[in-house]
């Protein structure tokens, strides 16, 4: 005996509900004409937006890898690197790159607004304003760093000559800010070497006429050579510690305390004077041991009270503010008098022969007018448009309203089997009954 239901479902025309294949397939075949009219229409439209949208062309130009010319010419070829790498234990902190500095000055105010001037991007784009011409050109350029180093300079504009255009003016640009900063940077080093150049030799005419009245006074006072190659050692090393003195004040002029810079030029000065240290430990067992001399008939011979305190030896002492040689009671005074105006004299030349060449080295830098970015690849004008991209425009259309029209479809035939058969789907008139009473309170 047949279920009187399985008569109402024949009756109705609906497929049973043991489904199958035949349920998905048969609602998409009999609204085959709709899905097909809905999918056309939706791809007509997409038609129709993709060759109305503004075309657009891409452009880009790459730069090679910023050579590591010395930020300072307080420093012989190598920089900090250079000097540093032969002190024992002595690391550099982490600081920003080169290609971090150059992407950072193309994506700088002052180069888009350069830009914004030169090609008259406010009427480009449509604005009246400067700042939202400036907005609209950084959203139209990307600047990025490769694997290797290289920078990527591209820009997006309405046309392919000027999108090349506009990325050939962001290098030009780029090469002017940076050769800017470089030469008012080298103006305002030579300014201060020369300042400390004036002063070293002030020192050094000072150092040697008290040597010059020493040996008047006593005669050819003589060391030994290996106390004098230590002397020379400590003296070269103070030079050095002067040298990086300078520098660390070059940098405070234009940088804070907390800079990293600042904070690695403390730490050279730090370990260049652990070294001086070591070398003072030599000089004095050196300087113990070391017999003194004195030219035969060429002074007042030396008598006891020639080992007196220094104040007693009748010339004013050299300066003190950083004296390589601690007291040493063994040492004859006349002997120790001596090389400190030998250590001060060697130390004045050292510091006057490093002022004089960075001197020069700073004015060559102030008055360089070489090309600070070395150009891979120019922009040129795209062959092919950048956007819109009409046929992937045209294909996510497509699919989008094929998505929407099965789904369209198969809502529907629900639908239609709610209306035709109400007794199988009664639970879906409660739940229809239910939202209405709850959307009424």
Not at 26 to 33: E, F
């Amino acid at each position: 005996m047949s279920d009187p239901t399985d008569k109402t479902r024949g009756a109705s025309g609906a497929p049973d509900s043991g489904g199958g294949f035949a349920d998905f397939v048969v609602p998409l075949v009999r609204r085959r004409r709709m899905i097909i009219g809905l999918v056309g229409t939706v791809a007509v439209v997409a038609v129709i937006a993709a060759l109305m949208w503004p075309k657009s062309w891409r452009s880009a130009a790459t730069l090679l890898p910023p050579e590591r010319r010395m930020d300072n010419p307080l420093f012989v070829p190598g920089g900090f690197e250079g000097l540093a790498s032969g002190l024992r234990g002595f690391t550099l902190r982490h600081v920003a790159t080169p290609s971090d500095i150059f992407v950072a000055i193309l994506e700088s105010r002052n180069v888009a607004e350069a830009i914004v001037e030169r090609f008259d991007l406010m009427e480009e784009y449509e604005v009246k304003k400067l700042g939202k011409a400036v907005a609209k050109l950084h959203d139209n350029v990307e600047v990025s760093t490769t694997a290797d180093g290289t920078i990527k300079v591209a820009a997006v504009a309405s046309s392919a000559q000027l999108a090349a255009d506009i990325s050939n003016a962001l290098v030009a640009e780029l090469d002017r800010v940076n050769r800017t900063l470089a030469n008012a940077e080298a103006a305002a080093i030579r300014e201060f070497v020369e300042s400390e150049l004036g002063d070293a030799k002030t020192r050094l005419a000072t150092a040697e006429d008290q040597l010059r009245a020493f040996q008047e006074r006593y005669g050819a006072v003589e060391i030994t050579e290996q106390a004098r190659a230590v002397i020379a050692a400590a003296a070269e090393m103070r030079a050095q510690i002067l040298m990086a003195e300078v520098e660390l004040g070059v940098l405070l002029r234009s940088r804070d305390e907390s800079h990293p810079d600042v904070q690695r030029a403390r730490d050279y000065v730090n370990e260049l004077e652990l070294r001086l240290a070591e070398i003072e430990g030599t000089t004095e067992a050196v300087l113990s041991d070391a017999p003194v001399t004195g030219s035969a008939g060429s002074g007042p011979s030396v008598t006891p009270s020639d080992t007196a305190t220094n104040g007693d030896l009748g010339l004013a002492e050299p300066p003190a503010e950083r004296n390589i040689f601690p007291p040493l009671s063994r040492v004859p005074a006349l002997g120790l008098k001596f090389g400190r105006l030998f250590r001060e004299l060697k130390t004045e030349e050292a510091v006057v022969v490093l002022l004089t060449e960075q001197y020069h080295r700073a004015r060559i830098e102030e008055r360089r007018s070489l090309p600070t970015v070395r150009v891979l690849d120019s922009a040129v004008p795209a062959e092919r448009r950048f956007r819109p991209r009409r046929t992937l425009i045209v294909l996510i259309a497509t699919g989008v309203g094929l998505l929407l029209s099965v789904i369209l479809a198969y809502t529907l035939e629900v639908a239609d089997r709610i209306r035709k058969d109400p007794v199988r789907y009664a639970g879906f008139h409660r739940i229809a009954d239910d939202f209405r009473k709850g959307v009424r309170h």
